[in-house]
């Protein structure tokens, strides 16, 4: 019933005295803020949250937030503000008249170097494993999307934000494109030959770099307080190898990507690396003389993500004061931030979300694509003949390097670890992203070698699961196990195959497998998967499991590329 619905609503929001978040009265609209401010408040108004879900009570939160205005925003806001509450007709019919169905300004896009029968299908002979691989290739088209903003005239708004080319986007309810996501779609597209669909991603990251000074968590408004872990300069890098090997592309074509990449992209590396070093990083003591900077993660936000606005208000409820519940909130964000999202790595008690403490940590993963990121910006800039700037990463590499040696690695737990840099303690669990260093090729102290690490922490894994669960927690988060997520395969199996081909392609066929089976029993491909079960899907967190998807595509592409025939063993 809505009252009563609407009063457990209100009681929580008094209760949590939620902070300045989004206007609370319609302002009077200037005409000079943009459309992105005017989407911005809207979709940050408590009141537009609270009502959309009083008359969709089963929905996904996100689906609320992702609803575009059929009116001019202004009209919106001075219906909302005049709205009463406590009248599901009312409010029934303030959403008929001025609200679009979710995503409906999200539309297909055509892809324009997509083909049938990609050339490296030509090198399988398995008839089972071709088929499988040309409906794999198929979900490009389903999965590649643009913003169309002729949908939203006259002040319109809409939460996703301007993109300069069309996105492939994750699936599901992912309708917009995810940072972190995109560089194991990009893997995916570069062996099925879509150099312009690579280079339109790219260009469109490059966009958001020079717009914002960094890369959204997706391209949304509400993702606008927060990144993801940074790859861009790996994705370029990606592009930039590729792009240089191929005895396609001619030279013209060559020097163009060589200009773009030493040009515009190199310098939105720079950027972005400021932006990191500027406002996610800490300084930690290293000995009585020195100190080292760190990266963490830490979204600009101490209230609720719009997109799920009842779960984080379900989540601070038994918190007290205005302060915890502003680190609680801090704490979600950043931990989405880390594209972790959610997991015990982050609560202090493995089994409470209430204890999470994403802020206080220096995570070894972000410090690891950091390195690399420093790496690739020396190297680039040492092709463009900037040899200063070369130097200067270089040696910021080599700090972090001994940094994440001299502060991640944990004795204890004869790996790299998150460090709690307010407690001075590390975190006691063991995640697939401790041992990360390993995939940019940092060594472990100690003359301990990279194998031993993968055998104290993985064999029995790689031996008992169908893939390796990024957790071995069992909570009810997404991140926990027994999930399996396509991306730590990659890191992972690309890592084992520099030294053990055998060990690699075991790993490999135990997670291709359980795409192959989900993909025979369903036609679909999902976000995440299950240990123990091939082919079913992972389950866990705040919304239901997705299929398309995204990075699972990317990452099965690669390592039929990768394996070629041997990846299947039937
Ligand atoms: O709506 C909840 C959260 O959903 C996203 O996170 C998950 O999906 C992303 C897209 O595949 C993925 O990048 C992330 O690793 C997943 O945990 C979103 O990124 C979060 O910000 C959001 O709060």
Not at 32 to 51: G, H, P
Not at 120 to 147: G, M
């Amino acid at each position: 019933n809505v009252n009563v619905l609407f009063n457990e609503l209100k009681k929580l929001q008094l209760k949590i005295q939620l902070p300045t978040f989004g206007a609370k009265q319609p302002k009077p609209i200037d005409n000079k803020q943009n459309a992105l401010q005017l989407a911005q408040q809207l979709y940050f108004n408590e009141k537009f949250l609270r009502v959309v879900k009083l008359a969709n009570q089963n929905v996904d939160s996100k689906s609320i937030v992702d609803r575009a205005t059929k009116r001019p925003v202004e009209q919106v806001f001075r219906a909302l503000h005049a709205l009463d509450e406590t009248n599901l007709g009312q409010i029934e019919k303030f959403i008929d008249d001025y609200l679009h169905e979710p995503g409906v300004e999200i539309v297909a896009a055509k892809l324009t170097d997509w083909s049938e029968e990609p050339a490296f299908v030509r090198s399988l002979h398995n008839q089972q494993l071709i088929a499988f691989a040309k409906s794999l290739n198929n979900q490009w088209v389903d999965l590649y999307k643009q913003f169309d903003s002729r949908l939203l005239p006259n002040n319109c708004v809409s939460s996703h934000l301007p993109m300069k080319y069309p996105f492939v986007v994750p699936g599901g309810r992912f309708i917009e494109i995810y940072y972190w996501d995109t560089y194991w779609t990009i893997e995916g597209l570069l062996v099925c030959g879509m150099l312009q669909t690579v280079r339109h991603s790219i260009e469109n990251f490059v966009e958001f770099i020079k717009k914002f000074g960094f890369i959204p968590n997706g391209s949304r408004v509400y993702y606008l307080n927060r990144s993801q872990p940074p790859y861009f300069s790996q994705m370029v890098m990606r592009y930039y190898d590729f792009c240089m090997q191929s005895t396609e592309l001619s030279k013209e074509q060559k020097d163009e990507v060589r200009k773009f990449v030493l040009g515009e992209a190199l310098e939105c590396m720079l950027k972005e690396h400021q932006f990191w070093m500027k406002n996610r990083s800490v300084d930690v003591r290293i000995s009585d003389r020195r100190c080292c900077k760190l990266n963490v993660f830490r979204a600009n936000t101490t209230g609720p993500r719009p997109e799920s606005y009842f779960e984080d208000l379900h989540t601070a409820k038994h918190m007290d004061s205005s302060e915890q519940k502003e680190k609680l909130y801090l704490d979600i964000a950043t931990a989405a931030e880390s594209g972790i999202d959610f997991s015990s790595r982050w609560f202090k008690d493995p089994m409470n979300m209430n204890t999470i403490q994403t802020s206080d940590l220096i995570p070894v993963d972000l410090n690891a694509v950091m390195y690399k990121t420093e790496l690739i910006i020396s190297d680039l800039s040492r092709l463009s003949g900037d040899l200063e700037t070369a130097r200067k990463f270089k040696m910021c590499s080599l700090k972090r390097k001994f940094a994440i040696n001299k502060v991640l690695w944990s004795a204890d737990m004869n790996c790299w670890a998150d460090f709690n840099f307010r407690t001075n303690q590390f975190t006691d669990h063991f995640y697939v992203s401790n041992l990360s260093p390993l995939w940019f090729d940092i060594k472990p102290p100690n003359n301990l070698k990279e194998t031993d690490l993968i055998e104290l922490h993985l064999t029995s894994s790689i031996d008992s699961y169908h893939g390796v669960p990024y957790s071995f927690i069992k909570s009810s988060q997404q991140w926990d196990f027994p999930n399996i997520w396509a991306p730590n395969q990659h890191n992972l199996i690309e890592f084992i195959h520099k030294f053990d081909h055998e060990l690699a392609l075991k790993l490999a066929r135990k997670f291709f497998s359980s795409i192959y089976k989900g993909w025979e029993s369903s036609r679909a491909f999902y976000e995440k998967y299950n240990a123990h079960t091939p082919g079913e899907r992972g389950h866990g967190g705040e919304y239901q499991v997705q299929s398309g998807f995204g990075w699972t595509n990317g990452v099965i592409f690669k390592l039929i590329e990768l394996f070629k025939d041997d990846i299947f063993e039937y």
